[in-house]
């Protein structure tokens, strides 16, 4: 975000970037503060914020909130070029091929897992509405997909005679789905907004750690591989953990199937209890450890299974007091849509978010 004021905003994640959006638009004039309302960290993150803002010139001060606001209604979220494409493709899977050609945006994920679920889809029959698509608003259907309504450029055939959308290639530029022009620019804008709306959004500048920023920022600022590969390490010392007091044989016969680099640090888990405060994060008693490993379901291959344990984990660890905050929840889904999708679905149940739908 260009301006004055960037590093004011830059500690919020997206939910509490929407919550300083409110509070602007209830009091344009600053002063009021309803942070006290929220959980740590969240209440001191946006009170500093909305502070230090009502500091700034009238000017700064609504430049940042026109940003702010089309940020928090952008129909693309940000950072779903992060997201896992298997978890994309999996959002989209019950949407009909006219729609997904309409609104395919640029980013390559979501190009992908379109381009794969209209690869298997034959194409629907011509149809031809009448009217104009403005005169017909988009909705959604009683299983909440989108739709789009008779004849709208959604439709292979539009009213106006015009040649059909195109299927979407994952290696096409920029536009969204072939469509141009005012009313079927905006209608399939809307129609992005209502598709993406269970992608939680990450802006770059929320992905920095700091203060207080608790294990799901953490997270978030890993690429795949580290991010797999933190995962891995927190599982291999939870089941370490898991196994302190076992027999010699049974740590043995667990750090072989793990393998490397996973072994040794189920070897050292299992030993006894390091120094105070070292691994303060994972350290936990050998009840609470059988429990996440009783409750982890066992992948195909040890080294994913250790990768979910590892999951469950942090998702335990994002619901402690101090963690949570005002999009504590919505943190933790950001994370799992990051990851396989049985790797996310343990996150969340350990975050005690049930079976959703990463």
């Known amino acids: 975000m260009a301006g004055p004021g960037n590093e004011i905003l830059d500690p919020l994640d997206a939910a509490e970037r929407g919550f300083v959006l ?37 000017s700064d001060r609504v430049k940042l909130t026109r940003q702010l606001a089309r940020e928090v209604v ?137 203060p207080g920023a608790g294990t799901a920022r953490g997270l978030l600022l890993l690429d795949p591989a580290r991010l797999t590969a933190e995962l891995s390490g927190r599982g291999a010392k939870v089941l370490g953990h898991s196994l302190r007091g076992a027999r010699r044989e049974m740590i043995l016969r667990a750090a072989a199937l793990a393998g490397p680099p996973w072994a040794d640090r189920i070897l050292a888990a299992a030993g006894p209890p390091g120094p105070a405060g070292e691994d303060a994060d994972l350290e936990m008693d050998r009840a609470a450890a059988l429990e996440l490993v009783t409750a982890t379901a066992p992948a195909a291959v040890s080294h994913e299974t250790v990768t979910r344990l590892g999951a469950r984990a942090a998702g335990a660890a994002m619901t402690r007091e101090g963690e949570r905050g005002l999009g504590g929840a919505d943190q933790a889904r950001a994370v799992a849509q990051r990851l396989a999708p049985a790797i996310g679905g343990e996150l969340l149940s350990g975050a005690g978010l049930g079976a959703e739908r990463v």
Request: charged share 20%; with cysteine.
């Open 74 to 210: 952008a129909p693309i979220p940000a950072g779903i070029e992060t997201v896992e494409e298997a978890v994309l493709a999996d959002l989209l899977r019950d949407e009909p091929p006219d729609i997904l050609r309409l609104v395919a945006p640029t980013a390559l994920p979501v190009r992908r897992a379109i381009a794969a679920r209209l690869a298997v889809e034959p194409p629907s029959p011509p149809t031809l509405g009448q009217g104009h698509p403005a005169d017909r608003p988009s909705s959604r259907d009683r299983a909440g997909r989108a739709t789009a309504p008779a004849g709208s450029p959604a439709s292979p055939v539009p009213v106006d005679g015009t040649r059909p959308v195109a299927p979407v290639s994952p290696d096409e530029g920029d536009g969204v789905g072939g469509v141009s022009g005012g009313n079927s620019a905006e209608l399939a804008i809307e129609l992005q907004r209502a598709l993406f709306s269970q992608v939680v959004p990450v802006h770059p500048a929320a992905r920095t750690a700091g």
């Open 22 to 58: 409110g509070a602007l638009l209830l009091h344009p004039s600053g002063g009021a503060d309803p942070s006290a309302w929220l959980e740590p960290p969240s209440d001191a993150r946006c009170g500093e914020a909305l502070a230090r803002l009502a500091a700034l010139p009238r």
